[in-house]
């Protein structure tokens, strides 16, 4: 492994994204029985339920969905999520509470008025049958939301119908490993799936701090074969992520991705240059990694950012109004769209040229790692051509502090996944904050001031446990295990770009991940 390989802030985001967040159908709902018209419209935003557009199709009522039945039943994976936009409703206040007569459907623990979702469930029916789910939210003032959600499991009037793949339902006791990886000859997991999760995640991008703080998206999964281990663990396993067109992880690292810092707004397609590689250790959860890109950069707008994959069909771009099937999900705060919640598809490109295409060599790894490139301050000087005059900060002669961070960069705390035990801020973009200008602690910085300590990211092993349920040693769980790297980023030649982040410059990244050891039965 090498931290001080060169990478691109605008890649990131896509670290362990090559997999499809399951949901995609927003139902916002809509006015239940005795609701007055009013309350409704101004109100309909604050819950909703979210369901599989690939599984599903929504009838002429927004908060109604059908399923044509296979093999006399209908499974319809659904969340429970808050701040779901509509024409009327763009405005989510602070939640005092979320109410679900369905015990199956837990909301979201974030009522902030931020997007959140509570955990999937799988909601079964069978053929012919209604399900009916009422939903209401509360707030101080105004509302309530109150909706009213019918699924419907519709008979089928063929004699067979093709069934949909059943819906990802994590790290359970039946997970097997896909067909791409061959069985581990050592006797050990044939395969590793990470697989982040909806909190603590963060990608810090150049030397001003205007692009630090992104969240990485959710559920979202890089997969591995794994070699060379026995069950016990007693040496670590060699992982290998095929990649390329029909392989286990696709020829492009996630679908393209939507970023926006100081109102530039880019999508960025991620081809894979090589298999993603490294070592994981199934004792202690000690795991290292590389994944070899190239990034295109494309130059969008703050409404539009990238093609969305909106119920089944791509909205824009090269393949507007083509079927696609949602391949990653991310909130963009600052996009000026009314929705925030981005759908997207590797089916679904931004139209153009790409201003810069980038080579990406990216480690990771669930141990620490420190300043990248040169070191000390000003780092990451190797790439000067193009870019801006290098600097430690934005933070005039104040220098950056450490868990110093107020306002839009400190907007609620949390548990540091690396370490429990402290509190971190969490950016209003959904990132988490480390550090802020001492003489705005609302900006973030980085730490690479003569005498000051530098980028120390730390990630956290979590030795697997035996998946509840399993007739064997797996499948086993790694929960919350966390992988960082801190990296150099070369100027992309675009001046907008280069200005507003800083670049040449360091990045950092955290993933916070479910680690998934799976074996064939």
Do not use: Y
């Amino acid at each position: 492994m090498n931290p001080r390989r060169p990478a691109s802030l605008l890649i990131l985001g896509l670290v362990l994204t090559s997999a499809p967040p399951a949901f995609a159908l927003v139902l916002p709902g809509g006015k239940a029985p005795g609701e007055p018209r009013k309350v409704d419209k101004l109100s309909d935003c604050w819950v909703g339920l979210e369901v599989p557009d690939a599984e599903v199709k929504s009838s002429n009522k927004k908060n109604k969905i059908i399923q044509k039945a296979c093999n006399g039943s209908c499974t319809f994976d659904t969340q429970v999520c808050v701040n779901e936009a509509t024409k009327k409703c763009t405005t989510v206040p602070a939640l005092t509470g979320i109410t679900v007569d369905n015990p199956a459907l837990v909301p979201p623990s974030d009522l902030s008025g931020a997007h959140a979702c509570g955990d999937s469930a799988a909601l079964t029916a069978t053929s012919g049958q209604k399900l009916t789910i009422n939903v209401t939210a509360s707030a101080a003032s105004g509302g309530p939301d109150i909706d009213k959600f019918i699924f419907v499991c519709k008979k089928s009037k063929k004699s067979t119908v093709s069934c949909p793949p059943p819906p990802d339902m994590g790290c359970t006791a039946t997970a097997v490993p896909d067909a791409a990886c061959p069985p581990n000859a050592a006797g050990g997991p044939d395969e590793a799936i990470f697989t982040t999760l909806d909190h603590g995640t963060d990608l810090d991008n150049g030397w001003t701090g205007v692009s630090h703080n992104f969240p990485v998206p959710a559920k979202s999964q890089l997969k591995f074969c794994l070699s060379g281990c026995d069950a016990a663990g007693t040496t670590p396993c060699t992982a290998n992520g095929p990649t390329g067109v029909g392989s286990l992880n696709t020829d492009t690292f996630g679908p393209p991705l939507p970023l926006i810092a100081g109102g530039v707004a880019v999508c960025v397609i991620n081809l894979f240059t090589a298999p993603a590689t490294g070592t994981a250790n199934i004792v202690t959860g000690e795991m290292n990694g590389e994944v070899d890109l190239h990034s295109q950069v494309f130059i969008t707008s703050a409404t539009q950012v990238c093609p969305r994959c909106e119920t089944g069909t791509c909205d824009s771009g090269k393949g507007m109004g083509h079927a696609c099937h949602v391949d990653g999900s991310v909130t963009v705060t600052n996009s000026l769209a009314s929705n925030k919640t981005f759908k997207l598809s590797k089916d679904c490109l931004p139209i153009g040229s790409p201003v810069a295409t980038l080579t990406i060599p990216l480690p990771i790894t669930s141990g620490t790692d420190h300043t990248p490139g040169t070191g000390g301050s000003k780092p990451c000087t190797e790439n000067l051509a193009h870019g801006v005059p290098i600097a430690d900060d934005g933070c005039s002669s104040a220098g950056c502090g450490t868990d110093n961070c107020t306002g839009i960069s400190c907007v609620s705390m949390m548990e540091d996944p690396s370490n429990p035990s402290h509190m971190v801020c969490v950016d209003v973009k959904g990132g988490l904050s480390q550090s802020c200008c001492n003489n705005d602690t609302t900006v973030p910085c980085f730490q690479t001031r003569p005498g000051s300590p530098g980028i120390n990211r730390t990630g956290r092993p979590v030795p697997p446990v035996t998946v509840t349920g399993a007739t064997g040693d797996f499948p086993k769980l790694s929960a919350g295990e966390v992988t960082v790297a801190t990296f150099c980023i070369a100027a992309t030649g675009a001046s907008n770009i280069d200005t507003v982040t800083g670049l040449p410059g360091p990045g950092a990244v955290i993933f916070n991940n479910d680690v998934c050891l799976v074996k064939a039965p």
